[in-house]
Antibody, heavy 120, light 110 residues
Framework: QVQLQESGPGLVKPSETLSLTCTVS????????WSWIRQPAGKGLEWIGR???????NYNPSLKSRVTMSVDTSKNQFSLKLSSVTAADTAVYYC??????????????WGQGTLVTVSS | SYVLTQPPSVSVAPGKTARITCGGN??????VHWYQQKPGQAPVLVIY???DRPSGIPERFSGSNSGNTATLTISRVEAGDEADYYC?????????????FGGGTKLTVL
């Protein structure tokens, strides 16, 4: 059974960079797309972006200028960096595995989520 | 950009059938996926590719997709089905392909 676990600071200061890592266990990180999704308290899901194990990425245009994703196949991990954060970036951040082909793209395994608060 | 529209809330009595809609321009030409999210928990995939169920998801959950509306149907609703439900598509129509989520529907079991 594939399991994902987010890790990183729960508190980030305004204007600084949010950094999170997702560790995948129970399966290989190779040959899959991996996504980050976030959810502000009481609100809906927002897709941040995805990365393939080759390093190819797609980002949400609304966040593209501030997002960087990377993957480390040797550690079965992938990471998210979001720069110049503000209070609006306060949310629960989820990592997830994606199944993808020409017909569609869906998220079949999710991490439990980690709350990141932006505050001084 | 592509927009998915869901009703904010749906209410249903136990044992009845709940239908949650997801509207989008010609959504029938896309594959729609549905997630269930209970309070304090991560989303769980309940329907993929319009109508397929992952292993472990009860047969009471079904999906359909045609025209401008996709529908998640939950038959014989139970108290444990109370949750937020999100539809999702992959929008590859622009230079910036992306995942699009609907705004979510809160299912209340009366």
């Amino acid at each position: 059974q594939v399991q994902l676990q987010e890790s990183g600071p729960g508190l980030v200061k305004p204007s600084e960079t949010l950094s999170l890592t997702c560790t995948v266990s129970g399966g290989s990180i190779s040959s899959y797309y991996w996504s980050w999704i976030r959810q502000p308290a009481g609100k809906g899901l927002e897709w941040i972006g995805r990365i393939y194990t080759s390093g190819s990425t797609n980002y949400n245009p609304s966040l593209k200028s501030r997002v960087t994703m990377s993957v480390d196949t040797s550690k079965n991990q992938f990471s998210l960096k979001l720069s110049s954060v503000t209070a609006a970036d306060t949310a629960v951040y989820y990592c997830a595995r994606a199944e993808y082909d020409s017909s569609g793209y869906y998220l079949d395994y999710w991490g439990q989520g980690t709350l990141v608060t932006v505050s001084s | 950009s592509y927009v998915l529209t869901q009703p904010p809330s749906v209410s249903v009595a136990p044992g009845k059938t709940a239908r949650i809609t997801c509207g989008g321009n010609n959504i029938g030409s896309k594959s729609v996926h549905w997630y269930q999210q209970k309070p304090g928990q991560a989303p769980v995939l309940v329907i993929y590719y319009d109508s397929d169920r992952p292993s472990g998801i009860p047969e009471r959950f079904s999906g359909s997709n045609s025209g401008n509306t996709a529908t998640l149907t939950i038959s014989r609703v139970e108290a444990g089905d109370e949750a937020d439900y999100y539809c999702q598509v992959w929008d590859s129509s622009s230079d910036h392909p992306r995942v699009v989520f609907g705004g979510g529907t809160k299912l209340t079991v009366l």
